[in-house]
């Protein structure tokens, strides 16, 4: 059973960045592909971006591509979402997940989520 603890939400105004944090325990780190999903108000809950298991692919959101970033340490079970260039309507609730498949398809395992909330 793995756990996921995203870190790093809050208040930013718009134009600006944040970086998310999601601490992984449980498992063996290596061995799960890492996502991001979000979540506004009223909304489904959409990808945001992937990476592999070894972190050398990464997948975005057209939404995102080219504004976050993902990445992974895993010497220290982390994966992280740089955002940058923040929107409005990139405010949501952001979600770590995890899973021991292929990159696409079902998350086997899911943080708790943290807001992000972007100002104008």
């Known amino acids: 059973q793995v756990q996921l603890l995203e870190s790093g939400g809050g208040l930013v105004q718009a134009g600006g960045s944040l970086r998310l944090s999601c601490a992984a325990s449980?498992?063996?780190?290596?061995?799960?592909?890492m996502g991001w999903l979000r979540q506004a108000p009223g909304a489904e809950r959409e990808f945001v971006g992937a990476?592999?298991?070894?972190?050398?692919?990464?997948y975005y959101s057209d939404s995102v591509k080219g504004r976050f970033t993902i990445s992974r340490d895993n010497a220290k079970n982390t994966v992280y979402l740089q955002m940058n260039s923040l929107k409005l309507e990139d405010t949501a609730v952001y979600y770590c997940?995890?899973?021991?498949?292929?990159?696409?398809?079902?998350?086997?395992?899911w943080g708790q989520g943290t807001q992000v909330t972007v100002s104008s």
């Open positions: 997940a995890a899973k021991r498949g292929p990159i696409f398809g079902a998350w086997d395992y």
């Open positions: 449980g498992g063996t780190f290596s061995d799960y592909a």
């Open positions: 990476i592999s298991k070894s972190g050398d692919r990464a």
